[in-house]
């Protein structure tokens, strides 16, 4: 069982938006702004494409952003592209020994 | 840019010792936190640990004291060692780091990954 929860899957149309939630705890997600988000294609390396919540690496397209609300982190990704089929990893630091903790993965389909 | 390439054996047998290096091309390994991730097929990611280049660690208690991770500055290289090894530990193991802040907690930049096969 992984310490952040993701939904197992989303889906939505090109041209739409969706949005990921990645819930933690007070002792993570909810109490520091070290909350990243990967996007990872079949066969593949993971990709940071936010990071420190909300922050865009040099080159990820303005399509991704990242949010905090409470104990829940979001991604969104709005004019949903095919090329955005993939699975989305979030991951938090913890005060907890693990130190870094990763959610369970969400797989965006694109209808 | 930095790079990172993950080498060593496919194939371990169970009760035996994994040991991956990776090398860091195209920048320094100086002033930086060096990391290995892990990912069972079919499953989600796993942060194993990290070094930091003055060879300070820290490590995921789950792996139960069978880690360590170690630094070569002159070689440019760091290295990963489970020992005790089982089913449970074959994955495609991840080296990781950033290098646009010096932090442990997120990684911007990913070796390939290599697979390994916990099998007799």
């Known amino acids: 069982q992984s310490a952040l929860t993701q939904p197992a899957s989303v889906s939505g149309s090109p041209g739409q938006s969706i949005t990921i939630s990645c819930t933690g705890t007070s002792s993570d997600v909810g109490g520091y702004n070290y909350v990243s988000w990967y996007q990872q294609h079949p066969g593949k390396a993971p990709k940071v494409i936010i990071y420190?919540?909300?922050n865009r690496p040099s080159g990820v397209f303005n399509r991704f952003s990242g949010s905090k609300s409470g104990n829940t982190a979001s991604l969104t990704i709005s004019g949903l592209q095919a090329e955005d089929e993939a699975d989305y990893y979030c991951?938090?630091?913890?005060?907890?020994?693990?130190?870094?903790?990763f959610g369970g993965g969400t797989k965006l389909t694109v209808l | 840019q930095v790079q990172l390439q993950e080498s060593g054996p496919e194939l371990v047998k169970p009760s035996e010792t994994l040991s991956l290096t990776c090398s860091v091309s195209g920048g320094s390994i100086n002033n930086y936190y060096w990391s290995w991730i892990r990912q069972p097929p079919g499953k989600g990611l796993e942060w194993i640990g990290y070094?930091?280049?003055?060879?300070?660690?820290n490590y995921n208690p789950s792996l139960k004291g069978r880690v360590t991770i170690s630094v070569d500055t002159s070689k440019s290289q760091f290295s990963l060692k489970v020992t005790s090894v089982t089913a449970a530990d074959t994955a495609v193991y991840y080296c990781a780091t950033r290098t646009t802040l010096i932090t442990p907690y997120d990684f911007e930049i990913w070796g390939q990954g290599t697979m390994v096969t916990v099998s007799s």
């Open positions: 991951s938090s630091y913890t005060t907890s020994s693990t130190l870094v903790v």
């Open positions: 070094v930091y280049y003055s060879g300070r660690t």
């Open positions: 420190e919540v909300s």
